[in-house]
């Protein structure tokens, strides 16, 4: 079943089966978790428990109403995603005809604008086509304007009957607290896979340095290991945002606590930097810095 696939999550997985079982659902769902926590699964897993009629609350995977969701093709669940912005000024060129301003400047800043938010709106308030429900699963939702963010919310706040908007965050406080205040928030952890180990170790080794205040030269050799792969980079990050966040949970760390809040902080901050294209090398050498003192 769908849910099977979020391992590592049993807590998660419990939480989402009783509400679907339930019928108690509310109207906004933010899944938070690292880069490497499939939320989109999560949320797809919770899209077929709500609307699979075979195995109603559990979703059974081979229905055509679970294949749709699997293929993002269901009727019923709209599926957004950022995008550069030089992607959606093409994408206005095709409908609306050559603008002069995309000629000049170019941005590769990913994000959800406006009209994206606005669509996906206009769709929840039409009744739904193959059942009783609209859904819409928003990744990068990091990445939303504060515009769209804006009607999202009137929304949230007097949804259609049967709607469920489901945010896809890396972190929670990436969002407008309006927003996160009208949502149930859920936890999606990073499943325990052997491809992460290498990261994992890279991860152990650059908060150790840290914590010892190794010369910046040794932390560097460690930081070059990591490579220039994107999906390795975020691992190691992911991993390392872990580590700090189990010492937060440690009951010897009082004295702590705000070195602890302080490294996450500068984690994200470099995660953030390198997702808007920023120097790579720059960011994991200001974050080892930053965190160190």
Same mark, same amino acid.
């Given at each position: 079943?769908?849910? !099977? $696939? *979020? +391992?590592?999550?049993? /807590?998660?997985? =419990?939480?989402?089966?009783?509400?679907?079982?339930? &019928?108690?659902?509310?109207?906004?769902?933010?899944?938070?978790?690292?880069?490497?926590? !499939? $939320? *989109? +699964?999560?949320?797809? /897993?919770?899209? =077929?428990?709500?609307?699979?009629?075979?195995?109603? &609350?559990?979703?059974?995977?081979?229905?055509?109403?679970?294949?749709?969701?699997?293929? !993002?093709?269901?009727?019923?669940?709209?599926?957004?995603?950022?995008?550069?912005?030089?992607?959606?000024?093409?994408?206005?060129?095709?409908?609306?005809?050559?603008?002069?301003?995309?000629?000049?400047?170019?941005?590769?800043?990913?994000?959800?604008?406006?009209?994206?938010?606005?669509?996906?709106?206009?769709?929840?308030?039409?009744?739904?086509?193959?059942?009783?429900?609209?859904?819409?699963?928003?990744?990068?939702?990091?990445?939303?304007?504060?515009?769209?963010?804006?009607?999202?919310?009137?929304?949230?706040?007097?949804?259609?009957?049967?709607?469920?908007?489901?945010?896809?965050?890396?972190?929670?406080?990436?969002?407008?607290?309006?927003?996160?205040?009208?949502?149930?928030?859920?936890?999606?952890?990073?499943?325990?896979?052997?491809?992460?180990?290498?990261?994992?170790?890279?991860?152990?080794?650059?908060?150790?340095?840290?914590?010892?205040?190794?010369?910046?030269?040794?932390?560097?050799?460690?930081?070059?290991?990591?490579?220039?792969?994107?999906?390795?980079?975020?691992?190691?990050?992911?991993?390392?945002?872990?580590?700090?966040?189990?010492?937060?949970?440690?009951?010897?760390?009082?004295?702590?606590?705000?070195?602890?809040?302080?490294?996450?902080?500068?984690?994200?901050?470099?995660?953030?930097?390198?997702?808007?294209?920023?120097?790579?090398?720059?960011?994991?050498?200001?974050?080892?810095?930053?965190?160190?003192?």
């Amino acid at each position: 079943m769908s849910f !099977d $696939k *979020l +391992t590592g999550n049993d /807590a998660l997985t =419990k939480q989402l089966r009783g509400i679907a079982c339930s &019928g108690n659902i509310h109207n906004g769902y933010i899944f938070e978790g690292p880069w490497t926590a !499939d $939320k *989109l +699964t999560a949320a797809k /897993a919770f899209a =077929k428990a709500v609307l699979c009629t075979v195995k109603p &609350g559990e979703g059974c995977d081979s229905c055509r109403i679970c294949r749709a969701i699997d293929d !993002d093709a269901h009727m019923d669940v709209v599926f957004v995603e950022a995008e550069n912005a030089d992607t959606q000024k093409a994408k206005e060129k095709a409908e609306f005809g050559e603008d002069p301003v995309f000629k000049k400047k170019k941005n590769s800043v990913k994000s959800i604008r406006d009209a994206k938010i606005e669509d996906v709106i206009g769709r929840l308030n039409k009744v739904p086509i193959e059942g009783d429900r609209n859904i819409a699963i928003i990744k990068d939702a990091d990445t939303i304007t504060l515009r769209a963010f804006n009607r999202l919310l009137k929304t949230l706040e007097e949804p259609h009957e049967g709607t469920i908007i489901m945010l896809l965050s890396e972190n929670i406080e990436n969002l407008p607290q309006t927003i996160v205040s009208r949502c149930v928030h859920l936890r999606v952890l990073p499943s325990d896979v052997p491809k992460n180990v290498k990261e994992k170790k890279l991860a152990d080794k650059l908060v150790a340095q840290i914590a010892e205040g190794e010369p910046y030269y040794l932390v560097k050799n460690t930081i070059e290991k990591i490579g220039n792969e994107k999906t390795e980079i975020y691992t190691v990050l992911d991993c390392m945002e872990g580590i700090y966040r189990e010492m937060l949970l440690s009951k010897d760390v009082k004295r702590d606590l705000e070195r602890l809040s302080r490294a996450i902080e500068m984690i994200e901050e470099a995660r953030d930097r390198i997702k808007r294209n920023r120097n790579t090398a720059y960011a994991l050498k200001s974050m080892a810095l930053r965190i160190g003192g």
